[in-house]
C-alpha cells in the first residue's frame, strides 16, 4: 500500500502531491489493477490533511481513468503505468543506481542530481522527434 508524504514548504498543492506520488507508485509497479487504496480516513490519520484534499486527489486519479470508486469497498486501482524497463531490478534502473552513486561520490547533492536529471531529460525530449523503439500502441 502507498504511504503519502506531505511536504507543506514544497509550494506544490497537497491534493497535487498526493496524484503525483499515487502516479509515482504505479510508474514503478508500487500500485498494480486491483490494489486498494489507502481510505481517505487513513491518509487523513497518518498525514494530518483535510479529507476533502484526499477525496480530490482521488477524483483527479478517477478523472484520468487510473482508479475507480467502489462504493462501500474503496477505491482501487484500474491500469498501471509501470514498465518492465523501470523495474527494480531491470538493467536500466541498475545502470541509474550506479550512476547515482558516482554522482554522490562526486559530491553532489540531491538538489544538484535532480537539477542535473531533469535538464538531461528536458533535452533529451526537446531535442529528439518519436522515442526509439516500440511506441505504447505497439506494446499494447
Known sequence: ?????????????????????????????????????????????????????????????????????????GTFVRRSLSHPEAAADSPLRTALAAWMSRAREAGLEREDITALIAAAVDESFSNSGPRPGPSREDTA
Open 1 to 73: 500500500m502507498v504511504e503519502y508524504r506531505i511536504d507543506r514548504r514544497s509550494g506544490v498543492a497537497t491534493y497535487v502531491q498526493i496524484v503525483q506520488q499515487t502516479k509515482q507508485a504505479l510508474r514503478l509497479g508500487l500500485l498494480e489493477p486491483g490494489d486498494k487504496l489507502p481510505t481517505a480516513r487513513e491518509v487523513v490519520e497518518a498525514t494530518a490533511i483535510n479529507p476533502n484534499t484526499v477525496l480530490k486527489a482521488y477524483r483527479e486519479l478517477e478523472r484520468e481513468g487510473l482508479v475507480e470508486p467502489r462504493p462501500g469497498a
